[in-house]
């Protein structure tokens, strides 16, 4: 099941690399599932989280609580949409 492999990956990410920041790219549907699990939210609002490609998904994981910062934020395209 994408859910358990998601959130093993992430586990073993946040023990190994404790109080840093870590960048993880992932494919949409690793991301909403990840986001979904961090919201405590069911896999069935998987259509409900939107994430455009090359969109940034900020979560913070202090101290056993999960605290999210930006979903699918895609401000960082608008040079690269503006130029095409």
């Not at 492999?5 to 909403?32: C, E, F, M």
Request: glycine share 8%.
């Amino acid at each position: 099941m994408v859910l358990v492999r998601a959130t093993d990956v992430l586990r073993t990410v946040l023990q190994r690399h404790p109080q840093q920041t870590v960048v993880l790219i992932g494919h949409y549907s690793i991301n909403r599932v990840i986001l979904l699990h961090c919201l405590g939210l069911p896999l069935a609002n998987y259509w409900r989280l939107k994430q455009e490609p090359c969109c940034i998904n900020e979560i913070d994981f202090d101290a056993g609580t999960n605290g999210i910062g930006r979903i699918n934020e895609v401000g960082h395209l608008a040079e690269v949409v503006a130029s095409a």
